[in-house]
């Protein structure tokens, strides 16, 4: 028989669907299951984005479109990212993907070659590590504990940028952890980046809208505008508008790299559906009063998590401060024993957790942090209070 690429071998299904997979299976055999597990934000967009769909779908071409996306997408990128504070970009400076995760993909394709290095903070989105692996990019993970609140520091930045690595990755807020730098945090980070000056910088920004306590969304190009002829901003409709299933993600950043992820394009995707193309232009430039409303319910829930999590003896928690995640420091239990089960590690803590209480949640081990897990709260609200009390129990029964 005929081998598969070597590149396959690499290639990993996300650990993050596992868990959800086990999760569906337990709650069709009727448990009561409680999911804390999949980054979906568990809304959907306004009206006005399902009229727009509506109104195209009933004058669709059917054709072909624009591998950079339609004029109108472009516009409304463009309108959405001044918003922003990305000023002065053109249409020549955005393209399109099916979704951020894909326009990742793309630009892993468009700037790494085999053995190239990339760089990101772990914990990192799981999808980092597996996209580098098939495109054969060497990954220099920097360690960024609870300690830290899971943050980068430009002492660290800097000694991983001497290294030349060809793409420094930035996710701010943070998935997994839910952590945000501040503007003060992001100029000194930018300040750095500056100095590097041999380094792709790619900020994945899909949670901006989801920032919480006035913090604001800074990026580097604000503190440090000479940072944008290689810098490549991220973004996505599916946190932001509740459409993650319709996915539309771009980026914004310097012509030659919008370019090469359009020629990409025409060899992967050729266009977006024209359908999804007119929702996502409704979403980028409609009313945004779901979307603010949605990040006041994330930060009340915030602090519901957050304060449940902390009461636990042993339990550290970084105080998240966006997108819909916590990511507690569980490593408190190790060693310990539930019922008759052994508690190892996140793997085993996670496993016990669920086949215990029905609760689900990501082994940290996923995002390159061992000791902890992630907790996604976009759960239907009645869940919320009984899925972390089944958490606390949980570790009230450890011996
Ligand atoms: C940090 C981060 N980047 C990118 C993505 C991908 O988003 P999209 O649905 O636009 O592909 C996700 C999805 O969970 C994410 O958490």
Same mark, same amino acid.
């Given at each position: 028989?005929?081998?598969?690429?070597?590149?396959?071998?690499?290639?990993?299904?996300?650990?993050?669907?596992?868990?959800?997979?086990?999760?569906?299976?337990?709650?069709?055999?009727?448990?009561?299951?409680?999911?804390?597990?999949?980054?979906?934000?568990?809304?959907?967009?306004?009206?006005?984005?399902?009229?727009?769909?509506?109104? =195209? #779908?009933?004058?669709?071409?059917?054709?072909?479109?624009?591998?950079?996306?339609?004029?109108?997408?472009?516009?409304?990128? @463009?309108?959405?990212?001044?918003?922003?504070?990305?000023?002065? *970009?053109?249409?020549?400076?955005?393209?399109?993907?099916?979704?951020?995760?894909?326009?990742?993909?793309?630009?892993?394709?468009?700037?790494?070659?085999?053995?190239?290095?990339?760089?990101?903070?772990?914990?990192?989105?799981?999808?980092?590590?597996?996209?580098?692996?098939?495109?054969? =990019?060497?990954?220099?993970?920097?360690?960024?504990?609870?300690?830290?609140? *899971?943050?980068?520091?430009?002492?660290?930045?800097?000694?991983?940028?001497?290294?030349?690595?060809?793409?420094?990755?930035?996710?701010?807020?943070?998935?997994?952890?839910?952590?945000?730098?501040?503007?003060?945090?992001?100029?000194?980070?930018?300040?750095?980046?500056?100095?590097?000056?041999?380094?792709?910088?790619?900020?994945?920004?899909?949670?901006?809208?989801?920032?919480?306590?006035?913090?604001?969304?800074?990026?580097?190009?604000?503190?440090?505008?000479? @940072?944008?002829?290689?810098?490549?901003?991220?973004?996505?409709?599916?946190?932001?508008?509740?459409?993650?299933?319709?996915?539309?993600?771009? #980026?914004?950043?310097?012509?030659?790299?919008?370019? +090469?992820?359009?020629?990409?394009?025409?060899?992967?995707?050729?266009?977006?559906?024209?359908?999804? &193309?007119?929702?996502?232009?409704?979403?980028?430039?409609?009313?945004?009063?779901?979307?603010?409303?949605?990040?006041?319910?994330?930060?009340?829930?915030?602090?519901?998590? *957050?304060?449940?999590? &902390?009461?636990?003896?042993?339990?550290?928690?970084?105080?998240?401060?966006?997108?819909?995640?916590?990511?507690?420091?569980? &490593?408190?239990?190790?060693?310990?024993?539930?019922?008759?089960?052994?508690?190892?590690?996140?793997?085993?803590?996670?496993? +016990?957790? @669920?086949?215990?209480?029905?609760?689900?949640?990501?082994?940290?081990?996923?995002?390159?942090?061992?000791?902890?897990?992630?907790?996604? *709260?976009?759960?239907?609200?009645?869940?919320?209070?009984?899925?972390?009390?089944?958490?606390?129990?949980?570790?009230?029964?450890?011996?």
């Amino acid at each position: 028989m005929p081998q598969l690429a070597v590149r396959v071998g690499r290639a990993k299904p996300s650990t993050i669907m596992v868990i959800a997979q086990k999760a569906r299976q337990l709650k069709a055999a009727g448990r009561d299951i409680i999911s804390f597990s999949v980054g979906v934000p568990n809304f959907l967009p306004g009206e006005h984005v399902y009229a727009a769909a509506r109104e =195209a #779908l009933a004058h669709d071409s059917g054709q072909y479109g624009n591998n950079r996306g339609s004029e109108a997408l472009q516009d409304a990128f @463009l309108q959405h990212i001044e918003a922003l504070g990305f000023h002065g *970009y053109q249409r020549a400076n955005v393209a399109i993907g099916i979704g951020a995760k894909q326009v990742l993909y793309n630009l892993a394709e468009a700037l790494l070659d085999e053995g190239d290095e990339i760089t990101f903070a772990a914990p990192y989105w799981t999808t980092y590590r597996d996209i580098a692996d098939i495109i054969g =990019a060497r990954i220099n993970p920097l360690p960024c504990g609870p300690q830290h609140n *899971y943050k980068l520091t430009p002492e660290q930045l800097d000694a991983a940028l001497v290294r030349k690595p060809k793409v420094f990755l930035f996710n701010n807020p943070s998935n997994p952890t839910g952590m945000v730098y501040t503007q003060v945090e992001i100029a000194a980070l930018a300040d750095v980046l500056v100095r590097h000056p041999e380094t792709w910088i790619v900020t994945d920004d899909i949670y901006a809208a989801m920032v919480f306590d006035g913090i604001g969304y800074h990026n580097f190009v604000h503190a440090r505008p000479e @940072l944008r002829d290689r810098l490549i901003f991220v973004d996505s409709v599916s946190k932001t508008y509740g459409m993650p299933g319709w996915r539309v993600g771009f #980026l914004a950043g310097p012509e030659v790299v919008a370019k +090469a992820i359009t020629t990409l394009n025409s060899s992967h995707i050729t266009s977006l559906p024209e359908v999804v &193309s007119a929702a996502a232009v409704a979403a980028l430039t409609g009313p945004q009063d779901v979307t603010r409303a949605k990040c006041k319910d994330f930060a009340a829930r915030r602090d519901v998590v *957050y304060g449940a999590l &902390s009461a636990i003896p042993g339990v550290v928690c970084p105080r998240p401060q966006g997108a819909f995640y916590a990511f507690p420091d569980i &490593s408190v239990a190790f060693g310990k024993r539930h019922g008759g089960t052994m508690i190892e590690n996140d793997v085993g803590f996670c496993a +016990a957790l @669920l086949e215990a209480k029905g609760v689900a949640c990501v082994p940290g081990s996923a995002f390159g942090e061992p000791r902890a897990m992630r907790i996604s *709260y976009t759960c239907p609200a009645e869940q919320l209070q009984p899925g972390l009390q089944r958490i606390a129990e949980f570790f009230a029964e450890l011996a």
